[in-house]
């Protein structure tokens, strides 16, 4: 079975300042790993994705990640966030590559203060 | 936007009775996936369709049911609805059998049970 922790609930950070989401997850096989935002009162919107190839994953809005496969983590960073990036942001893990069943972690709501 | 349409947008149903929910998937995708988010959690894998039958459910009772038409849309329907199914009940979309793509989510349907 797999399973997703986001280890912080709540991330507070003064704008412009960098900013690092934590992710670890549990699988008994290779997994597909995913970052999602949710903007209030809106649905899922994808940041970013690790299939396979490079480690370190590029996503938008300027955000990046890491997989870390001895650690089974991918964090999730930004250098210099903006109030724009107030959201919640869920980590995700799949065992299928079109990502149609997935496994989510119960979110990280990230504040930033100006 | 990401071409997966959820309706209604809203709705309160009371406690006993049955719902359904709809969803419009992108296209030229065919398979749907539906999750529940309840308030304050990630969202929890119901059940995923494609080509028209159940392909994998989550641990969710036989109260919640689907269907897939045709056209690649859906309903999920939730019977003897009780208090705890208030959440937001999201649609994803994607197109199976194909590497690197990824699910598009919907809006999603704000359902409050009293």
Redesign the interface.
Known sequence: AQS?TQLDSQVPVFEEAPVELRCNYSSSVSVYL?W?VQYPN?????LL?Y?SGSTLVKGINGFEAEFNKSQTSFHLRKPSVHISDTAEY?C?VSED???????????TRLSIRP | ETGVTQSPTHLIKTRGQQVTLRCSSQSGHNTVSWYQQALGQGPQFIFQYYREEENGRGNFPPRFSGLQFPNYSSELNVNALELDDSALYLCASSLAGVSATEAFFGQGTRLTVV
């Open positions: 997703v995913f999602y809106q649905g899922l919107q994808l994705k299939l869920f995700a590559s079109s990502a149609s069943k997935i496994i989510f972690g119960s979110g």
